[in-house]
């Protein structure tokens, strides 16, 4: 299982960006999937996250409004789109998938991706 992440970089705050994970080795529509993130020197926490279906969802309250979570079944593909950026928003993205939606937090999922660097400066 592989996740493959891209859509990280360097922003103004009040930007956006999109941040893409491809996943290899297995059927992503089977699984709940998430994007954490973790600020240097903090713990790595859950941002947004959706159920296989898509019919449940959960994102953290700093980021409501102006991040959103997809899904592309057919590219394998799960997408953050995030908008509005704010400084407190840098940090390492990653993408993971789990059996089962029960939380938002990283302990409740199994597959990661490497990651990717968001710097949002003011």
């Known amino acids: 299982l592989q996740f493959v992440e891209s859509g990280g970089g360097l922003v103004q705050a009040g930007g956006s960006l999109r941040l893409s994970c491809a996943a290899s080795?297995?059927?992503?529509?089977?699984?709940?999937v998430g994007w954490f993130r973790q600020a240097p020197g903090k713990e790595r926490e859950g941002v947004s996250c959706m159920s296989a279906s898509g019919g449940e969802r959960s994102d953290a309250n700093s980021v409501s409004g102006r991040f959103t979570i997809s899904r592309d079944n057919a590219k394998n593909t799960v997408y953050l789109q995030m908008n509005n950026l704010k400084p407190e928003d840098t940090g390492v993205y990653y993408c993971?998938?789990?059996?089962?939606?029960?939380?938002?937090?990283?302990?409740?999922?199994?597959?990661w991706g490497q990651g990717t660097q968001v710097t949002v400066s003011s």
């Open positions: 080795g297995f059927t992503l529509d089977r699984f709940a």
């Open positions: 993971a998938a789990a059996h089962l939606f029960r939380t938002c937090a990283a302990y409740g999922y199994d597959y």
